[in-house]
Nanobody, 127 residues
């Protein structure tokens, strides 16, 4: 059973930084896709950044150049380094994981769907 435990949220002023962590258990990093999502108050959850087992990353446009997703396989931990935070980054942040999908040619790949979720950690950015 996959378990994800997120931490690192808090309150910062605009322009500040935070690093979120997500400790994972019950999964094999080489077979999993992982990501960070956010859910702003009153809005739908949306993806911020993803990383596959090879370390390839992708970001939504609003966080490119400010956020960095990374993982430490030895510590079973996913990170999201958030710099130059803005008030619009206020949200509950969730880490997510899923086993890689199997393509028609036998290849394994990640898409934007996730099956396992952490409990969320709150980020508050004041102007």
């Amino acid at each position: 059973q996959v378990q994800l435990v997120a931490s690192g949220g808090g309150s910062v002023q605009a322009g500040g930084s935070l690093r979120l962590s997500c400790v994972a258990s019950g999964l094999i990093y080489s077979s999993y896709c992982m990501a960070w999502f956010r859910q702003p108050p009153g809005k739908e959850r949306e993806g911020d950044a993803g990383i596959d087992s090879d370390g390839n990353t992708n970001y939504q446009d609003s966080v490119k150049g400010r956020f960095t997703i990374s993982k430490d396989n030895g510590k079973n931990t996913l990170y999201l380094q958030m710099n130059s935070l803005k008030p619009e980054d206020n949200a509950i942040y969730y880490c997510a994981a899923r086993e890689k999908l199997l393509g028609a040619r036998g290849n394994r790949y990640c898409d934007t769907t996730y099956t396992d979720w952490g409990q969320g950690t709150k980020v508050t950015v004041s102007s």
